[in-house]
């Protein structure tokens, strides 16, 4: 049974750390789909993460300081757009002017703000979220598999995780079923043909930048306020890249995206669930080695197995309509 | 009295410096079929654009059966009844034909019920005019011809009463290029107007009513069709009366200097692109591959020019094994060993264009004498040498100090050719020599290249217009789908024999 139970925990630990990468890889697809780069997934994590915090410290509710985070990030989505859209800047310095920025800024406006540089003070259990424990959770836990599978591995998780899942079939549904997801991937495919059409070019990737922003701060905010009670320095720790390394194994796809952030959370799960075990006839495995397996995993997969990812057509040009 | 459908006045418009389009105006009468004809850079398109409302003018008016309209963007125009396919087709590659149709017309926010109402509408469409289009087949896999007729009909389902058409012809096989026109007939039959674009003389003869010369921004007269001949048009297009035929002097064969066998090439995608090709070139002979655009042709010339890798067979210059799969000499190796090329990208692989003249002209030879010396340029000689080459060439403006980017596509070209024959190559491949070049430089390339072949050397000329081949080659091959699929001398073959073949069929 212990082995059961290991299995379910790890499952567990699996959605919730996948959980940041889920949303920032459906708001890398809706901005790169469009056929804007998005390496700025990891900046505006962070910034979302600081947001959050601080917004639920002042303001006494999570929710409040979820708002906040969404609207910063909208705002530094559209800040990204203006340098690459609007005018025409290479997309990829803008995201990295992007992440240094907010690195440095969410440091240094900790330090003004609460007297610690990169720290914000913790939150209370009225500040951020908590754990949801499912109806009935605690009687059907001694029912053999369902009651695990039910107790164990669904319930007991922050909002921010099942939104992350629900949010994979609504992206797929806009990206693929609506007027606006056709639109939004010929204008990553090809924009004069969205030009000549009679759409707006510039006004699609605004918007596709928009959503991203919001999908975005759900990932801070789920740092910050709900499996940790405050901010500290860098807290996103690359899940932003590895998010992107994601949507693009899982080829600009909701679906196959999921599947590789499940991936990066699994092994992410794994090596936490290593750190100290003596395998047998290995022996201990250094931690610094099992640290880094979610990220060797990831050159190895982008290197080695994604093969043919065939990106957008138009992804990082900026639209030039007269020559 | 007819009334026209379509009205310009005065038009103006400017990109930066360069003035596109002066004081423009033009009448376009309802259910004919109007040329608008011009050397690449008139202005044909830039004006057609306007009309679009994809640029907008800086002055002037646009009316409407009489109506004035402002055009913001595309859509008001297509509001307005008018559609236009352009000269690069607007479509999304990986969209299906259903969803480039209805893009920026669904009709709802979700797909559903109009979604299959636009289904059966543009089937309907499609019987009516013979289209035989599958709404659900994917862009990337149809040919050019059926891709053009998506497009028409992408313009027709939104309404269009006025059909432009930008160089419509250029990517077609000739017996695409009669299906074309049979369904432009169609459509005038039907009481639309069609506004063809073109730089072909032969196409304005045969299928308009009116035509519109352009030249150098400014329209430069109109007449009835059956008023005009091709002689007087090309000298409205270029402002001097043009020779339109090639002499060429009877062929003087020599022994066989170029020699491929078995020769397989792939794509940067890893796809074969050229499938076991063989072929010869006699020294004093124009050898000319035929084909429509992207059946191997541009692979072909990359391998033998040394840019790309072989995958297997062997190219032999004068009985010697040059390249196969495992070595290959790269062009400045094969350059010494007097194979010239003059690719077919200009612009991407001809010349730098942020460079000077003459650093163009002279690039690939900076390093040898007189241009050099112990590694230091010797800008003396080579503006001395630039300046006669240019001269030579007729390169205008005559100034080596120029930016590359700011000559015409005929001088561009012009620097090319000077560059690679001025060293008297015995090997000389060439990739559409004449693509965006206007009809006073064709001329003189065409005249160089048959210098060069009465001169001795082995040509190879690959090129996507027909006239082209036919006028400057003493043999023809011909290749689709990365094949050799026929091979002509050139006598008494016509460009319906070849169509076939380059459309794979015969």
């Given at each position: 049974m212990e082995f059961l139970s290991d299995i379910a925990s790890l499952i567990n630990s699996t959605l919730r750390i996948s959980t940041p990468l889920v949303f920032a890889a459906m708001a890398g697809i809706f901005a790169e789909r469009s056929g804007v780069i998005d390496f700025s997934l990891e900046g505006k994590m962070l910034m979302a993460a600081f947001v959050a915090a601080v917004g639920s410290y002042y303001l006494g509710n999570p929710w409040l300081g979820l708002l906040l985070a969404i609207i910063i990030c909208v705002c530094l989505s559209m800040l990204h757009g203006f340098a690459s859209v609007t005018h025409k800047g290479d997309q990829v310095v803008s995201c990295v002017a992007i992440n240094i920025l907010i690195i440095g800024l969410t440091t240094a406006l900790a330090a003004a703000w609460?007297?610690?540089?990169g720290l914000t003070p913790t939150l209370n259990e009225d500040q951020r979220f908590l754990e949801i424990h499912l109806p009935f959770a605690d009687a059907l836990r001694d029912i053999p598999v369902i009651g695990t599978l039910y107790s164990d591995i669904l319930s007991g998780h922050y909002v921010f995780v099942y939104l992350a899942y629900l949010s994979v079939p609504l992206v797929f549904w806009i990206v693929f079923k609506t007027s606006f997801g056709l639109r939004l991937r010929a204008v990553g495919e090809n924009p004069s043909a969205v030009d000549t059409a009679g759409i707006n070019v510039f006004t699609m990737r605004y918007k596709a930048l928009a959503i991203n922003g919001v999908l975005i701060a759900f990932a801070g905010a789920h740092l910050s306020t709900a499996v940790n009670a405050n901010f500290f320095r860098e807290?996103?720790?690359g899940r932003g890249y590895l998010a992107l390394a994601a949507m693009i194994f899982g080829k600009w796809h909701p679906k196959t995206a999921l599947i590789a952030c499940l991936l990066f959370g699994f092994t992410d799960a794994l090596q936490i669930r290593l750190q100290g075990v003596e395998l047998p006839a290995i022996g201990e495995i250094p931690v610094q080695l099992i640290q880094a397996l979610p990220y060797i995993l990831t050159v190895v997969l982008l290197a080695g197995f994604v093969g043919k990812a065939i990106a957008p057509n138009a992804i990082g040009q900026p639209y030039i309509k007269e020559r | 009295m007819v009334s026209p459908i379509l009205e310009l006045t005065d038009i103006n418009k400017s990109f930066g410096h360069v003035q596109a389009n002066k004081n423009i105006n033009l009448k376009i009468n309802k259910g004919t079929i109007h040329g608008i004809i011009g050397e690449n850079g008139a202005g044909k398109s830039t004006l057609m654009s306007i009309v679009f409302g994809l640029y907008q003018a800086n002055s002037g008016s646009i009316k409407i059966n009489g109506k004035e309209i402002n055009l913001r963007s595309p859509r008001d125009s297509i509001i307005n009844g008018i559609g236009m396919v352009h000269q690069h087709f607007m479509l999304v590659e990986n969209f299906t034909v259903l969803e480039n149709i209805i893009l920026g017309f669904e009709g709802e926010t979700v797909f559903g019920e109009k979604l299959q109402k636009a289904k059966e509408d543009l089937e309907k469409l499609c019987q009516t005019y013979n289209f035989n289009i599958d709404l659900d087949a994917t862009i990337s896999d149809l040919s050019v011809g059926f891709r053009q007729r998506v497009e028409i009909l992408k313009s027709l389902y939104r309404g269009a009463e006025i059909l432009i058409l930008d160089?419509?012809?250029?990517?077609?096989t000739p017996q695409e290029v009669d299906e074309l026109f049979k369904i432009l007939r169609s459509l005038k039959d039907e009481g639309k107007t069609i506004v063809l674009i073109t730089h072909k003389l032969i196409e304005i003869m045969d299928l308009t009513s009116e035509v519109s010369v352009m030249r150098q921004g400014e329209m430069v007269g109109h007449t009835k069709t059956e008023d005009t001949s091709k002689e007087q048009l090309a000298e409205m297009m270029v402002g001097r009366s043009v020779l339109l035929r090639v002499d060429k002097k009877e062929i003087k064969k020599g022994e066989t200097i170029f020699k491929v066998n078995n020769l397989s090439v792939k794509d940067d995608l890893d796809v074969t692109r050229v499938k076991d090709v063989n072929l010869e070139i006699c020294s004093g002979e124009i050898l000319g591959i035929a084909g429509?655009?992207?059946?191997g042709q541009t692979e072909l010339l990359e391998a033998l020019s040394g840019i790309r890798k072989v995958e297997s067979g062997s190219i032999e210059l004068f009985g010697e094994k040059i390249s196969d799969q495992n070595n290959f000499l790269n062009p400045r190796m094969l350059k010494e060993k007097g194979l010239a090329h003059v690719p077919e990208d200009r612009q991407r692989m001809g010349l730098i264009s942020d460079f000077k003249a003459h650093e163009n002209l002279i690039f690939g030879y900076h390093d040898q004498e007189p241009y050099s010396k112990s590694a230091i340029l010797n800008n003396k000689e080579i503006t001395e040498y630039s300046n006669k080459v240019m001269q030579e060439y007729d390169v205008r403006p005559n100034s080596p100090n120029l930016i590359t980017s700011n000559f015409s596509g005929g001088n561009q070209q012009k620097i090319i050719l000077s560059r690679e024959l001025n060293e008297n190559p015995k090997v000389l491949l060439v990739g559409q020599p004449t693509r965006g070049v206007d009809i006073g430089a064709i001329e003189f390339i065409h005249q160089r290249l048959i210098d060069m072949r009465d001169k001795g050397a082995a040509i190879l000329l690959a090129s996507v217009e027909l006239d082209e081949i036919l006028s400057l080659s003493d043999r023809i091959i011909v290749m689709f789908d990365g094949k050799i699929v026929g091979e002509k001398e050139n006598k008494n073959v016509t460009d319906r024999e070849l169509g076939l073949l380059m459309a794979g069929v015969a």
């Open positions: 609460f007297g610690q540089a807290m996103s720790a | 160089e419509p012809t250029g990517v077609l429509v655009t992207g059946n």
